[in-house]
């Protein structure tokens, strides 16, 4: 099992909603290779298959996926594990290095049996979080994207909205079924 590390600006409903869709992936996909990101806010749908900009300003999404151009600075922190047997062992990486965006169009992804975790932090005083991840669970590629809106309780998170993935399938990840 591979626990999300909350920190004093992560909301403990969120980092759970987090951990919660991770335990999915681990128990269903049980992938070789598994990269966490924190991004330090929330960002945007439009990050979903984003793989670089081009004269500076035009933004390209393509096939295959690319690592998301996050600027390093927004990067909290990423955490790496590769799978050995039954458990799964951190290793040093970075996914996300200083380099102009046209660059980040040859960053191709670690694929078969690969998945991706970005998950905004900061989440503790800010009212919404995002969730994305790429998902490579054999020659395959899947990747979806869901923001999140804390709830009234300010302890619940309600999902505002999706993109490559149902509100339904998203719930039965979140509520661990």
């Not at 004093?8 to 991770?22: R, S, W, Y």
């Not at 909290?76 to 590769?82: G, L």
């Not at 669970?137 to 998170?157: C, M, V």
């Amino acid at each position: 099992m591979i626990d999300i590390e909350q920190d004093i600006n992560d909301d403990p409903g969120f980092i759970k909603t987090v951990q919660n869709v991770l335990a999915f992936y681990l128990r269903t996909r049980d992938p070789n290779y598994v990269s966490i990101i924190k991004v330090d806010h929330w960002f945007d749908f439009k990050w979903r298959e984003f793989s670089h900009k081009i004269f500076g300003a035009l933004g390209i999404w393509r096939e295959p996926l690319r690592i998301p151009p996050f600027h390093p600075n927004r990067i909290v922190e990423e955490f790496h594990f590769e799978k050995d047997g039954e458990q799964y062992y951190r290793i040093e990486r970075y996914s996300h290095i200083f380099q102009p965006s046209s660059e980040n169009a040859q960053r191709k992804i670690r694929r078969n049996r690969a998945l991706y975790v970005w998950f905004s932090g900061d989440t503790k005083s800010g009212n919404q979080a995002s969730l994305m991840i790429y998902d490579f669970p054999d020659e395959t590629q899947n990747s979806w994207y869901a923001s999140f809106l804390k709830g009234s309780h300010r302890a619940d998170w309600q999902v505002r909205k999706t993109d490559g993935i149902s509100r339904a399938e998203l719930g039965m990840m979140i509520s661990g079924t």
